[in-house]
């Protein structure tokens, strides 16, 4: 692979590597959340915004975690094991190379609709239709920013994915 691709995809890693690091604390803010929910609905009238908070907090921690989630390929779990673990290297990576185009099909239009929603959110000062009613842009922009990396962080796959097809792996 020529050097910029190998620029792109080690840039790319260490971007979602450090963004995913950070996203797994948002955790920490979760469970915050919810614990003040449960004590304030215990001894006092529970307040409007645990509820939406905690769903905020829940986007940014699965949005933000995507990347880094496909780059240390933790969805091996799901994937149909009949015949894809009997192939070689080679085989796996040539049918992933393929397969991935799919991903970058949805993510690309998942970033279209993100784009036009977070530009709605800010332009008309969207908010949510809860009683608390939160402005939706801050959440819409994270969205945007998850899927962004998540896009990034399979184009830098589809890369690695053709080097070891070619057998010449970048890692």
Known sequence: MPAPIRAFVRAVDAMNRVVGLIA???IFALVAVLLYSSVAKTFAMPPLWTLEMAQFVMVAYFLLGGGYSMQMDSNSHVRMDL???RWSPRARATVDSVTILFLLFYLGVLLYGAIRSTSYALQYGEESYSAWAPPMAPI???MTIGIFLMLLQAI???FKNVAEARGKPLS
């Open 83 to 85: 015949l894809y673990g």
């Open 156 to 158: 830098a796959t589809f």
């Open 24 to 26: 797994m604390y948002l």
């Open 140 to 142: 819409k922009i994270v």
